[in-house]
């Protein structure tokens, strides 16, 4: 494995769990900026890692391309503009890889959802709905992991996307936790993610920041880092 020099754009509890797993996978953090600094010119980084609000995190993907800087960012909630942040990486042949989320068990569980979704489809004695739960530090509900579940559903089983209801919960420090239920009078079927820590977040978001430094200009998500043999 290449040694990368990484800067963390937002330095929370996310930027600490990717700072520790970045030095043991032989990688260094070059900048640390959090809400209130003041950006360098130029970044010394082979990559930039984001995990800020979805309030700044459109401006921090922007800048990092508009200074050629390759930006893997998982702050979720901006979506609504992922156009413009997209179109404004391939005009300057920039790299942006997104994804609401980085752990590598819940992409497979999005692998999961998207082949029952299909194997539901018709099935309309089965009603599905969705539940995320979170810490109570999460600033927007439902969670992006809940909206792209929903959205996976909607595609693979054709079905309306607002016949299929979310439930969000903030509870304590709950790092993550989303259920698919199909239920009926007969049974019911339940897939179910539970997230014990950041760690997974980190490694994920580390790993994708280890594919985007040697690939190609363009936009990616995670698909297309699992698409490799990943560890």
Known sequence: ??????????????????????????????????????????????????????????????????????????????????????????????????????????NIMFALNERLASLMR?????????????????????????ITLQEQIAACGQRPADSIPIASYREGEVPGTHTVVYDSEIDTITLTHEAHSRKGLALGALIAAEWLAKAPAGVYGMKDVLSDNVK
Do not use: Q
């Open 1 to 106: 494995m290449t040694s990368m020099k990484i800067a963390l754009i937002g330095y929370g509890k996310m930027g600490h769990a990717i700072e520790a797993l970045a030095a043991e996978r032989g990688h260094r953090v070059t900048l640390r900026l959090d809400k209130g600094d003041i950006w360098p010119e130029k970044i010394d980084a082979d990559v930039a890692i984001e995990f800020t609000t979805p309030a700044t995190a459109v401006d921090n993907m922007l800048r990092c391309i508009e200074i050629g800087t390759p930006v893997v960012c998982g702050t979720t909630g901006w979506y609504d503009r992922y156009d413009e942040v997209a179109e404004a990486c391939r005009k300057v042949g920039g790299r942006l890889l997104t994804a609401t989320n980085f752990s590598i068990g819940m």
């Open 122 to 146: 018709g099935r309309d004695d089965y009603k599905v709905s969705i539940s995320e739960t979170h810490h109570i530090h999460k600033l927007d509900a439902p969670s992006g992991t809940a």
